[in-house]
């Protein structure tokens, strides 16, 4: 028992190397778990803003394309469309379009420029995607209908400019997404200039 003096010097050398080694350890498990909550490349391009050509919606027509995995309409608006906006205000739940979209778009169309309409394609009741009916007096929506949205799943419908009819199921009108013109015939969705 004689030589079990304890060397202090090499006792605290073997301290800071496991230590040093586990701090190591920690930090090589550490990165990878903190790495997989970041989103990836496919998630940051699904989220990303959507660039589209209007030029090539015939008058009267709508497209759809995808922003963050939800259906935007974009709708090419005839004069007779825009017309008969103004006509059944007084149906309508929110006919100044008081919400659902950005302050540029608070006007009677609901839109930067009138003949483009830009909303996201989802009922604001249980977010069911309505069918177009984009033709007044459209077979099954009655001689009185100006032309719209019917969302098959509770009956709610919305004018040409996504606001909704009083009575229907959806308690405010769709959604305007952030957007804004790159040019005359191209729409940036998901970015509207003022950091949206």
């Given at each position: 028992m004689e030589n079990q003096e304890v060397d202090q010097g090499k006792r605290r050398?073997?301290?800071?190397?496991?230590?040093?080694?586990?701090?190591?350890?920690?930090?090589?498990?550490?990165v990878p778990f903190v790495k997989s909550m970041l989103p990836s490349e496919r998630a940051k391009a699904a989220g990303a803003p959507v660039e589209v050509d209007v030029s090539k919606i015939e008058t009267g027509a709508m497209i759809?394309?995808?922003?963050?995995?939800?259906?935007v309409w974009i709708v090419n608006r005839s004069k007779e469309m825009l017309e008969l906006l103004t006509n059944h205000n007084d149906k309508l739940t929110d006919p100044d379009g008081l919400v659902q979209q950005p302050d540029y778009c608070k006007t009677p169309t609901r839109s930067i420029k009138p003949e483009y309409m830009v909303v996201v394609g989802i009922c604001t009741h249980l977010g069911c995607s309505p069918s177009?009916?984009?033709?007044?007096?459209?077979?099954?929506?009655?001689?009185?209908?100006?032309?719209?949205?019917?969302?098959?799943?509770?009956?709610?419908?919305f004018d040409l400019a996504g606001r909704v009819f009083q009575g229907s199921p959806a308690p405010t009108n769709l959604i305007v997404p952030p957007y804004q013109y790159l040019s005359d015939t191209r729409v940036l969705i998901g970015e509207d200039g003022k950091g949206a």
């Open positions: 050398f073997l301290i800071a190397a496991t230590a040093a080694m586990g701090g190591v350890a920690t930090i090589a498990v550490a759809t394309v995808e922003w963050q995995g939800k259906p177009p009916k984009l033709k007044p007096g459209e077979e099954g929506m009655g001689a009185d209908w100006p032309g719209g949205f019917f969302c098959p799943c509770h009956g709610s419908k």
